[in-house]
């Protein structure tokens, strides 16, 4: 939907990326008051998953949005260099991190709506990042009337976005499961040859396993995909934190039984609903009498008439079995911020069960009123069943708390001393050379410090070293190519220094900065000393004896012819001096001389041959006892001509 560039931000002097939207999407005023309000939405989001947004605008009637430059590559080119399943525990610690940036940005009312590999950036220091928060919706909220056609990739969609019904943090939750079946199986779950068959796949039928197709997928990560892409919406993760927390457990125990499955009754039972009561007639009453034998004498009509009367009666009773199976869809009351008596009272008034999942300390919502709801509140339009259940958090207010030190502890237990503390752990996994696995590297809070209760703690966790460890071989006497392709074929990084040697052959090693059979991190620099024999160069000299010496003018002749003696010796007496001699010296020794040139000459030429970078000395003289000398550096593999002015 976007043309991508690379730019540079003048004033912060950093590179940035800077889309360009389609004029396709700038054809309307609806669509232009929704980019501007989702795309501002989406700048304030702040997390280390999300593309930073720096900045939305329009220039002219163009519509921009500069984002932060990330350097790697997308999940879908990693999928496709693969050309198979990724291994399931890094692509668990990609899917817990999308999953994390979903949950930011749920609890911030902004939903994605194209959660798709090719939106997942993974950096070079394997960091996943997800781009174009917000702006699918804006897009998506207007092209579909103006376009005709569903925004979002086909393979990825949920079954409501199919069908371009309400789409809300639980779409989110199902392309993320489409994504994480890719991941470990290579495959999507539903492929056709037509993008219709494909969405007409995803409302009809089931996908297989992922386990089917890949045996070495734990049961516990089979069982979060298939409820992540549940068709009914109600039946898969209701928010992205129960689906975070369910991943997270899975890395520690994949085999559990920890999932909570939700059945999905495909189809609703007709009732079944008797026909003795029309069949048994009163032998009493003289108007049963003549039905009966009204009913006697038309036999087939009567049969005709009593199927119309039991299809209506079993049409009844069918809608009556779907109207307690399938209640109607009830406004979402927005209750985020209000005390809780006033909460419960929207929440029961709108036909909902009001439930309590927990109180927390938080220093931005006054006690007792509410923190956050779930299922959130997005906008005017959000629905959901009659009688469903709206958990809520309520706040304790602000408490203060005191930081525990939890650094070089085991993750479980740091996190559970920040918990004990009143506070929240957030983790962020890396590699250390240093701490084992599983323990804390950093805390970015210092121990000891007074915070507010409820307050996150950041935690840097080891997730092992990442590096492999490799032997230095000996390169001496081999070419300068030859060395440094084995060198970094073996995970060096080479530096080259050159040296001259002339009893060694031209660009062989002549050192090596690490000894032979030393052991050192892979991606240790080495630097190779490479012998280099510089070869004779010639440049051309050239010299303005003018510039240099002032040149002369010829003086006029007198007009009188009296006292020609006298005249004449006044001429020799104010003489100028019209030449010079003239000495170019290189490293201090002779190669050019001239005598008697002429010091008006602005093109004396000569060459020089040397190695390198030679000092060149020029000196001019005449007979009038004028000296004028000039000294100059010149590297002659770089310069081939020099004049001296």
Avoid at 598 to 606: A, F, G, H, R
Wanted: glycine content about 6%.
């Amino acid at each position: 939907m976007a043309i991508v560039y690379k730019a540079k931000d003048v004033i912060l002097n950093r590179n940035v990326a800077v889309k360009v939207l389609r004029d396709e999407f700038t054809t309307d005023a609806e669509f232009i008051k929704r980019f501007e309000t989702e795309a501002q939405s989406a700048a304030r989001l702040t997390h280390a998953n999300i593309v930073s947004i720096y900045d939305v605008g329009v220039d002219d009637g163009i519509y921009y949005i500069v984002m932060e430059l990330v350097k790697g590559k997308t999940l879908k080119e990693i999928i496709i260099e693969e050309g198979g399943p990724l291994p399931w525990k890094w692509s668990m610690n990609v899917a817990i991190q999308i999953a994390s940036a979903l949950d930011t940005a749920h609890c911030n009312n902004i939903i994605h709506r194209d959660i798709k590999p090719h939106n997942i950036i993974i950096t070079e220091d394997g960091v996943a990042k997800i781009t174009d928060f917000g702006i699918a919706k804006a897009v998506s909220n207007s092209t579909i009337t103006a376009f005709g056609t569903t925004i979002g990739s086909v393979h990825y969609f949920s079954p409501e976005h199919a069908r371009g019904g309400y789409t809300d943090a639980k779409s989110d939750i199902y392309s993320l499961g489409v994504v994480m079946y890719e991941m470990l199986t290579g495959k999507v779950p539903f492929d056709a040859d037509t993008p219709v068959s494909v969405a007409l796949k995803h409302m009809q039928e089931d996908p297989v396993e992922p386990i089917k197709l890949n045996p070495n997928i734990p049961e516990a990560i089979n069982k979060i995909i298939m409820k992540a892409i549940q068709k009914d919406p109600m039946n898969r993760y209701q928010t992205s934190m129960e689906l975070l927390q369910d991943l997270k457990e899975a890395l520690k125990n994949p085999n559990g039984d920890f999932v909570e499955e939700i059945p999905y009754d495909k189809t609703a039972r007709t009732q079944k609903i008797g026909t003795e009561q029309y069949s048994n007639r009163s032998e009493k009453g003289k108007k049963q009498n003549k039905l009966q034998k009204w009913i006697t004498e038309h036999k087939k009509l009567s049969v005709f008439l009593g199927l119309i009367l039991l299809f209506f009666l079993a049409f009844g009773g069918t809608m009556m079995v779907l109207s307690i199976t399938n209640p109607p869809e009830v406004d979402m009351p927005n209750v985020v911020g209000m005390h809780r008596d006033e909460a419960k009272k929207a929440i029961e008034e709108a036909k909902l069960v009001y439930e309590e999942e927990k109180e927390e300390y938080n220093k931005e919502v006054e006690e007792g009123h509410i923190i956050s709801q779930n299922p959130a509140y997005f906008d005017r339009y959000h629905s959901v069943k009659q009688g469903s259940t709206v958990k809520v958090v309520v706040s304790k207010g602000t408490e203060k708390a005191t930081v525990p030190n939890v650094e070089g502890k085991e993750r479980e237990e740091a996190i559970k001393l920040i918990e004990e503390a009143k506070l929240k752990a957030e983790i962020i996994e890396e590699t250390s050379k240093t701490i084992a696995e599983n323990h804390v590297i950093k805390q970015e809070t210092e121990p000891d410090t007074e915070v507010s209760a409820g307050d996150t703690v950041k935690l840097h966790i080891s997730i092992g070293t990442g590096i492999k460890e490799i032997t230095m071989t000996s390169v001496v006497g081999k070419t300068e190519s030859s060395a440094k392709s084995e060198l970094e074929g073996l995970g060096f990084k080479v530096t080259i220094n050159y040296e001259e040697n002339t009893s060694k052959d031209n660009g062989t090693v002549l050192k090596q900065s690490l000894e032979s059979g030393k052991k050192v991190d892979e991606g240790t620099s080495v630097t190779l000393t490479v012998n280099k024999v510089q070869e004779d160069k010639t440049a051309t000299i050239t010299i303005n004896v003018k510039s240099l010496t002032g040149g002369y003018t010829n003086s006029s002749k007198s007009e009188s012819t009296e006292n020609s003696t006298e005249n004449k010796s006044k001429e020799e007496s104010n003489a100028v001096e019209k030449t010079a001699d003239v000495e170019l010296l290189v490293n201090d020794k002779s190669v050019y001389s001239s005598t008697g040139v002429d010091k008006n000459k602005t093109d004396l030429s000569t060459t020089i041959t040397g190695k390198g970078t030679v000092t060149v000395k020029l000196i001019i003289t005449d007979r009038s006892g004028g000296n004028w000398s000039r000294t100059q550096s010149i590297n002659l593999n770089n310069t081939s001509k020099y004049t001296f002015q």
